[in-house]
Nanobody, 123 residues
Framework: QVQLVESGGGLVQAGGSLRLSCAAS????????MGWYRQAPGKQRELVAG???????NYADSVKGRFTISRDNAKNTVYLQMNSLKPEDTAVYHC?????????????????WGQGTQVTVSS
């Protein structure tokens, strides 16, 4: 299975910035979808931002203009630049990658999730 390793979370004051990274292991094809989700205590997981292999992006209304998702296909990595952070952005952020990879020479579909990274924004 494709493993995802996240980094970049932490504690920041309101108005500050953080950059999350998520690197995928394995021989994955660049034709895939990458996204960031978040889950706050007592709430359902929600999509924050997504990016297709053609660099088409979509964002939750609550983060438009503040967050930017990008990808580096050579590194199998997706990033989330978060600016002007608010206390309501506090959550565990998970990356998600869906696509295909070569497993024992066979092209295999996958849908992998990262372990999550905590983002805490203080007021």
């Amino acid at each position: 299975q494709v493993q995802l390793v996240e980094s970049g979370g932490g504690l920041v004051q309101a108005g500050g910035s953080l950059r999350l990274s998520c690197a995928a292991s394995g021989r994955i094809l660049s034709n895939n979808y990458m996204g960031w989700y978040r889950q706050a205590p007592g709430k359902q997981r929600e999509l924050v931002a997504g990016i297709s292999s053609g660099d088409s992006t979509n964002y939750a209304d609550s983060v438009k203009g503040r967050f930017t998702i990008s990808r580096d296909n050579a590194k199998n990595t997706v990033y989330l630049q978060m600016n002007s952070l608010k206390p309501e952005d506090t959550a565990v952020y998970h990356c998600n990658v869906q696509g295909h990879y070569y497993y024992r020479g066979e092209l295999t579909a996958f849908n992998s999730w990262g372990q999550g990274t905590q983002v805490t924004v203080s007021s």
